[in-house]
């Protein structure tokens, strides 16, 4: 099981691989959903997991708010992946929406076209798609060669557990087309029952090895 453990900043990235996360989201400001860390804080960080053999996945989100961008948003975004890369982040964590509930199209193709050569996951604005558009963007995704998608299952005021059923039908339609990697509320403790009822083979948090303070 691939334990991806959300971490803010720098400061307990160290905390987190020891405790056996083998993968770091790095994000900045978790209490609006997660945002772009800083050059220091990035190149730190890609520098030291690294040397711990563990990638790292590097938020891309000027802002907190909506996931619905300007141009000039998402040409920081453009600016902050093709930099990102250059430091050698394992990949980037985005997702971009216009006003119809759906993916913005052009600006997910213009941040690909940027993370051409990184791993990509479309962040929890998955969630916030129509429910009855969700598979079908689950299609588009994998057409453009995004390798997870990360879910809630549903809305954030509900428990993840209360999304089982719903996350369940993302994996069994997902197949092993792209990766469904479930987010928001699983924990050390309930973590080996939501993967034995999702089947699945990675799952992210920011308490999935416990609590890192």
Same mark, same amino acid.
């Given at each position: 099981?691939?334990?991806?453990?959300?971490?803010?900043?720098?400061?307990?990235?160290?905390?987190?691989?020891?405790?056996?996360?083998?993968?770091?989201?790095?994000?900045?400001?978790?209490?609006?959903?997660?945002?772009?860390?800083?050059?220091?804080?990035?190149?730190?960080?890609?520098?030291?997991?690294?040397?711990?053999?563990?990638?790292? /996945?590097? @938020?891309?989100?000027?802002?907190?708010?909506?996931?619905?961008?300007? &141009?000039? #948003?998402?040409?920081? /975004?453009?600016?902050?992946? !093709?930099?990102?890369?250059?430091?050698?982040?394992?990949?980037?964590?985005?997702?971009?929406?216009?006003?119809?509930?759906?993916?913005? #199209?052009?600006? @997910?193709?213009?941040?690909?076209?940027?993370?051409?050569?990184?791993?990509? !996951?479309?962040? /929890?604005?998955?969630?916030?798609?129509?429910?009855?558009?969700?598979?079908?963007?689950?299609?588009?995704?994998?057409?453009?060669?995004?390798?997870?998608?990360?879910?809630?299952?549903?809305?954030?005021?509900?428990?993840?557990?209360?999304?089982?059923?719903?996350?369940?039908?993302?994996?069994?339609?997902?197949?092993?087309?792209?990766?469904?990697?479930?987010?928001?509320?699983?924990?050390?403790?309930?973590?080996?029952?939501?993967?034995?009822?999702?089947?699945?083979?990675?799952?992210?948090? !920011? &308490?999935?090895?416990?609590?890192?303070?």
């Amino acid at each position: 099981m691939l334990k991806e453990v959300c971490v803010e900043n720098f400061t307990l990235v160290s905390v987190a691989i020891e405790k056996g996360g083998n993968r770091i989201e790095l994000c900045d400001n978790l209490s609006v959903g997660g945002t772009t860390v800083s050059h220091g804080v990035a190149a730190k960080t890609i520098s030291y997991c690294h040397s711990k053999n563990t990638k790292v /996945m590097t @938020m891309v989100r000027p802002r907190g708010g909506n996931f619905i961008y300007t &141009k000039e #948003e998402i040409e920081i /975004m453009q600016n902050d992946i !093709t930099h990102f890369k250059q430091l050698g982040t394992d990949g980037v964590v985005i997702g971009c929406l216009n006003d119809s509930d759906w993916i913005d #199209e052009e600006a @997910m193709l213009n941040l690909l076209e940027s993370a051409v050569g990184l791993d990509v !996951t479309f962040h /929890m604005a998955f969630d916030q798609i129509k429910d009855e558009y969700q598979f079908e963007a689950i299609d588009w995704l994998v057409r453009h060669r995004v390798n997870r998608i990360l879910t809630h299952g549903g809305s954030c005021s509900k428990s993840i557990e209360d999304n089982l059923s719903r996350l369940k039908e993302f994996v069994d339609y997902a197949a092993d087309r792209i990766i469904i990697l479930p987010g928001g509320g699983i924990t050390d403790n309930n973590l080996s029952n939501i993967a034995s009822i999702l089947n699945i083979s990675e799952v992210h948090g !920011t &308490k999935i090895v416990g609590e890192l303070c």
